[in-house]
């Protein structure tokens, strides 16, 4: 049976590099990214990481950096699917 990278890769690669996401950042992503084609996906996925690296790094604390991180990522994909980004 083949891996969906998304499912089954990602989560642990995310998580390999300090990324706390939680189980409704996984959904939302997925649910966001799902009528992409695979390289699209990947893409996106990569500059919401990287958002999440922006917002997270001016913060010492490991639980508000989370949640800073996330609420920058969260915010780049939720705009970036409602005016129809391109990537």
């Known amino acids: 049976m083949a891996r969906h990278w998304f499912k089954d ?6 998580h390999s590099k300090g990324f706390e996401l939680l189980h409704d950042d ?6 966001s990214i799902k009528d992409m084609p695979e390289n699209e996906q990947r ?5 919401y990481l ?3 690296l922006l917002g997270s790094k001016d913060c010492d604390e490991a639980p508000q950096k989370q949640n800073k991180g996330r609420f920058r990522a969260n915010t780049f994909l939720r705009e970036f699917v409602r005016n129809g980004g391109d990537l």
């Open 9 to 14: 890769i990602f989560p642990n690669y995310a």
């Open 26 to 31: 996984y959904k939302f992503i997925e649910e």
């Open 43 to 47: 893409l996106l996925v990569r500059r």
């Open 50 to 52: 990287n958002e999440w």
